[in-house]
């Protein structure tokens, strides 16, 4: 399957003011991806089925990938990775986790506690870690709010510089009492990576290095 047209961009780059794309999303798309995730996050869902969580997350999928079709947003597509792929896939795998870990020990949010439950309970849900979590998050983020600050601003870095500070607000309410900062400043890094993993070759890639983040997360900490 033929890869991405994304085009391929040094860090150097990155603040270039000449568009990634020539497309963008229609404000009535954005609008209803938007609102789906606003069901999801805030799980909106449980007012008529508490357990409706991966049906309305696929709905996102589904929705984010074939509007991204109909109107050729070439970024937001599902293809088998290449190398290139792999490669930037692990180099900023390698980038969070030199700056994720030590950062999210000294916060106290993180905790190494490895087991072999926890291996074998991830094995177990990689595969909807990245279909349920990680793609519906980076079709929103990336797919849709990178790219169109990106087509608005001309501005590569300040178009992931924003999202990825969105993502973490969009965090402050999960994995403890409100406002959990903790989490919403990893978060943010986090965002960065996914961000540049999306400027340079897509979703698949971001989408990819986002689920290893969250399958690494759960084996080895807490």
């Given at each position: 399957?033929?890869?991405?047209?994304?085009?391929?961009?040094?860090?150097?780059?990155?603040s270039?003011?000449?568009?990634?794309?020539?497309?963008m999303w229609?404000?009535?798309?954005?609008?209803?991806?938007?609102?789906?995730?606003?069901?999801?996050?805030?799980?909106?869902?449980?007012?008529?089925?508490?357990?409706?969580y991966?049906?309305?997350?696929?709905?996102?999928?589904i929705?984010?990938?074939?509007?991204?079709?109909?109107?050729?947003?070439?970024?937001?597509?599902?293809?088998?990775?290449?190398?290139?792929?792999w490669?930037?896939?692990?180099?900023?795998?390698?980038?969070?986790?030199?700056?994720?870990?030590?950062?999210?020990?000294?916060?106290g949010?993180?905790?190494?506690?490895?087991?072999?439950?926890r291996?074998?309970?991830?094995?177990?849900?990689?595969?909807?870690i990245?279909?349920?979590?990680?793609?519906?998050?980076?079709?929103?983020f990336?797919?849709?709010?990178?790219?169109?600050?990106?087509?608005?601003?001309?501005n590569?870095?300040?178009?992931i510089?924003?999202?990825?500070?969105?993502?973490?607000?969009a965090?402050?309410h999960?994995?403890?009492?409100?406002?959990?900062?903790?989490?919403?400043?990893?978060?943010v890094v986090?965002?960065?990576?996914?961000?540049?993993?999306?400027?340079?070759?897509?979703?698949?890639?971001?989408?990819?290095?986002?689920?290893?983040?969250?399958?690494?997360?759960?084996?080895?900490?807490?």
């Amino acid at each position: 399957m033929a890869g991405p047209q994304t085009e391929e961009i040094t860090m150097s780059e990155l603040s270039s003011s000449s568009p990634v794309t020539a497309l963008m999303w229609p404000k009535k798309s954005l609008a209803l991806l938007i609102a789906l995730w606003l069901v999801l996050d805030y799980r909106l869902y449980a007012l008529l089925d508490r357990h409706a969580y991966p049906a309305v997350a696929l709905l996102i999928v589904i929705a984010g990938l074939a509007l991204a079709a109909r109107y050729g947003i070439k970024e937001v597509q599902l293809r088998l990775p290449r190398w290139d792929d792999w490669r930037l896939v692990t180099l900023m795998l390698a980038a969070l986790a030199i700056t994720l870990i030590p950062l999210g020990l000294a916060m106290g949010f993180l905790h190494f506690q490895p087991t072999l439950q926890r291996l074998q309970r991830t094995l177990i849900e990689a595969i909807p870690i990245f279909i349920i979590v990680a793609l519906p998050e980076e079709i929103i983020f990336r797919g849709a709010i990178q790219h169109t600050l990106q087509r608005r601003w001309h501005n590569q870095t300040m178009a992931i510089a924003a999202t990825a500070a969105l993502f973490g607000l969009a965090h402050l309410h999960k994995g403890g009492p409100f406002p959990n900062w903790r989490y919403a400043v990893l978060a943010v890094v986090a965002g960065l990576g996914y961000g540049i993993a999306f400027a340079r070759r897509g979703l698949m890639v971001s989408s990819l290095t986002h689920a290893l983040v969250d399958i690494l997360w759960r084996v080895f900490f807490r």
